[in-house]
């Protein structure tokens, strides 16, 4: 299949931008059928308000929010560390390191 370059106006801005025949074919192949609304400023614009800047908890790439992270003591060799999740009262929480040891002998 061979793609054009194609104009298409900004539903945001209105200003004309052109969907080239590169961003058609990679749009194909991730089985996208829509072509695009907006120019890419409005694009980003749009992405920004919707997830937030870099700097409010979300990591510049991907889009998906920084993990919360909860202080912690391992359980097997007492060294501080953070982990993903908040610890519980009575169950044991491991470094990286003590993890992948307890891990591998399950």
């Known amino acids: 299949m061979s793609f054009q ?6 539903s945001d801005c209105g200003t004309t931008f052109t969907f080239t025949a590169e961003e058609q074919e990679l749009f194909a192949s991730r089985g996208y059928t829509n072509e695009p609304k907006r120019c ?6 749009r992405k920004s308000e919707r997830y937030g800047n870099s700097g ?5 790439s991907g889009y998906r929010p920084q993990r919360q992270m ?6 097997q060799c007492g060294k501080d560390t953070e982990v993903p999740f908040e610890p519980r009262e009575g169950r044991p929480v491991y470094c ?10 399950r």
């Open 96 to 105: 990286s390191n003590c993890y992948n040891a307890v891990k591998v002998s």
């Open 5 to 10: 370059d194609k104009s298409i106006q900004c």
């Open 56 to 60: 409010s908890g979300y990591s510049g």
């Open 70 to 75: 909860f202080p912690a003591t391992c359980a």
């Open 40 to 45: 890419q400023p409005c694009r980003e614009a």
